[in-house]
């Protein structure tokens, strides 16, 4: 149960209890007053009737008083008391010696009880209650007795009033009491209520959250606890994202630092390798290659032998292009840098192509700008890069399709974009293609050395290469080289 309802039903039980009780209290002591006022009038119409019927029936009774005139009096005065049902004339021997209304029937009277309570009694009959009050003579005692039948009737109906009046106000009340109720424990939780939203708003992540802290009272003191516990909970959360966001950037820096040492690192093992193995390798390569050029002239065409000889001899020679590369790669130190027409050496490259069966079905676009400035390079490093960037193309393409060649001046530089109708490079790859070694080549297609040879060509003449996708489809490639030494 909500500490709410608690309150409510507590204050509303309470206020019951007082009203019930107040009520029950009222309700007697109001039951007591109308019974003694009825006693009251009883004991008006004793005083009023008595010295009449004494006259009539006393000691020394004035004989000449006409009864019927006297009955005819005491029922006149009887009239005037609405809740008087009947009465009777007792004498001190129990005799009924007059009776109003006639036919009424009256209980018998227990006259050895009348000399208590100031020589009256009364008695509940049914639903009448019964008064016996004596009438006093000139030597004060009591000669006759007037035995009274007062209806409750009356009485019961105005409690009955009494009681719904009663049972109005106190609905009344209770519902007032209710409203009330509700108003205060609204007012005392409205605020407990909102700092438990705000506790929530918290827990699900908002720290931004807050409780009001307006009026007075351990509860807005409560609240005000609560907003400083929960700025320095939102501090301390936005300086542990600081510095976890710094130690993400450090940690990218140096998975960043860790590739280029190891980048650097493989380069110069190759480097190493290659310049060791090159010689020992190339000699016997060559001397192969020498000796298979020398069976195929021997054998016959169709044979099956001279297709293995030719086998040997396009190996040797993917051998001795790897070797080249390698050599390059370990080459240390640039190049001249001397002005190279950028137009020109592209199109001594591409007339060189194409005589080559893979560029056959491939069209070459060019566009350069009259006014394109001269770059500073050394001129075979160009068209080698050049060569393998265009080799790449037209594998991707697998010989068919187009390369776009766009040149363009910045300012001290010129970028050549090579751009083919491709598949294009998957967007992991775009790094991984510079590195030696990476290629996605079938054995025997490639080695993964054309890009790393070109980059470290390009960067040693103060350049830049890198790989892109057309938005279209199919690669590109950026060839940026500076416009002086
Ligand atoms: N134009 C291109 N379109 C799509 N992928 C390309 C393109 N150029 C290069 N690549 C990808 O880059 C990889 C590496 O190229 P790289 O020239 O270094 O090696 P390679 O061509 O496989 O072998 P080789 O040493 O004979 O050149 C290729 O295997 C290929 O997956
Ligand atoms: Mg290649």
């Known amino acids: 149960m909500t500490i709410r309802r608690r309150l409510w039903l507590s204050v509303m039980a309470l206020l019951g209890f007082v009203l019930l009780g107040n009520g029950l209290v009222v309700l007697g002591v109001e039951t007591r007053e109308l019974h003694r006022s009825l006693v009251r009038e009883s004991k008006t119409f004793a005083l009023l009737a008595g010295p009449q019927v004494l006259r009539l029936f006393g000691e020394g009774a004035m004989r000449s008083e006409d009864p019927a005139r006297t009955k005819e009096r005491l029922s006149a005065i009887a009239e005037g008391l609405p809740s008087l049902v009947a009465f009777a004339l007792v004498s001190d021997r129990g005799k009924i010696l007059l009776k109003y209304p006639e036919d009424a029937v009256m209980p018998p009277v227990d006259l050895s009880r009348t000399g208590e309570e100031e020589g009256e009694q009364y008695r509940r009959e049914g639903r009448s209650i019964e008064l016996v009050t004596p009438l006093h003579g000139r030597e004060g005692s009591p000669q006759l007795f007037f035995q009274l039948l007062v209806s409750e009737e009356p009485v019961k109906a105005r409690l009955l009033g009494l009681a719904w009046v009663y049972t109005g106000s106190f609905l009344l009340l209770l519902a007032f009491g209710a409203f009330l109720a509700s108003k205060i424990a609204k007012s005392i939780l409205g605020p407990l209520v909102k700092l438990k939203s705000a506790a929530l708003r918290i827990k699900e992540g908002d720290l931004s959250a807050r409780a009001p802290e307006a009026g007075a009272g351990e509860i807005s003191d409560l609240a005000r606890a609560f907003n400083a516990m929960a700025r320095e909970v939102e501090s301390h959360r936005d300086k542990l994202e600081e510095s976890n966001k710094a130690l993400t950037r450090a940690y990218a820096e ?36 020498g000796t298979v050029q020398m069976m195929r002239e021997e054998l016959a065409v169709d044979s099956e032998l001279y297709k293995d000889a030719e086998l040997i001899e396009e190996e040797c020679k993917r051998c001795r292009r790897i070797v080249r590369d390698l050599l390059d790669l370990a080459r240390p130190g640039a190049g001249k840098c001397t002005p190279v027409d950028l137009p020109s050496v592209a199109g001594l490259v591409l007339r060189g192509l194409s005589h080559h069966p893979s560029f056959r ?28 960037l265009l080799l790449n193309a037209a594998k991707a393409m697998e010989g068919e399709g187009t390369v776009e060649l766009e040149a363009r001046a910045g300012e001290g530089f010129v970028r050549l974009a090579i751009l083919d109708s491709g598949p294009g490079i998957p967007e992991e790859n775009l790094e991984k293609i510079f590195e030696p070694f990476f290629t996605t080549a079938g054995k025997g297609d490639g080695s993964g050395l054309g890009l790393s040879v070109s980059r470290r060509i390009v960067e040693e003449q103060g350049g830049r290469l890198w790989a892109g996708n057309r938005p279209e489809r199919g690669g590109a490639f950026y060839l940026e080289l500076p416009t002086e030494c």
């Open 254 to 289: 140096l998975q960043a630092m860790q590739g280029e040492l190891v980048s650097l690192e493989r380069m110069a093992a190759v480097g190493r390798t290659a310049a060791a193995v090159s010689h020992e390798i190339d000699n016997p390569i060559g001397i192969i290659l």
């Open 361 to 388: 079905r491939i069209e070459f676009r060019s566009r350069f700008p009259d006014d394109l400035p001269p770059v500073f390079a050394d001129v075979d490093g160009v068209k080698q890069v050049l060569l393998n």
